[in-house]
């Protein structure tokens, strides 16, 4: 079953429960997703559907730490709520331990040696990570072993 099935299947129950909140959410990663689908003009695969919900993902933190600098906690409660929804549609995350243990192996895999290797190093990763970890996890974990 799709991703975009599940959703679907979701918003029926969500509106049957009257959730209007958990409503809303599917609704946007639904037309996301469609969008996506549009723009493409053929199926999403798992791995693009995941990298839809992975940008979803990136808007919703981003917007958190803006809407916390702004002080404005309504609209941060709101946010939290929204990513615990949108997170229980992406594959588990990783743990900082796993994060580290795969740094270490891309990092010996393409022999990098200092900072200046960080992009071959990301490049590297960010495949194998996509959707299992936050990208500046990954890019933070990168820097504390070049350097």
Known sequence: MTLLTTINEDVKTAMKARDKEKLSVLRMLKSALQNEQIKKGTE??????LSVLSREMKQRRD???????????????????????????LPKQLT????????QEVIASVNATSTSDFGK????????VKGKADGN???????EQLS
């Open 63 to 89: 917007s958190l730490t803006e809407f916390k600098n702004a002080d404005r906690q309504d609209l941060v409660e709101k946010l939290e709520n929204e990513i615990v929804i949108v997170e229980s549609y």
């Open 96 to 103: 900082e331990e796993e994060l580290q243990s795969i740094v």
């Open 44 to 49: 999403l695969n798992e791995e693009e559907e």
């Open 137 to 143: 996890a990954v890019n933070r974990i990168v820097k």
């Open 121 to 128: 190093v990301m490049g590297a990763i960010m495949p194998k």
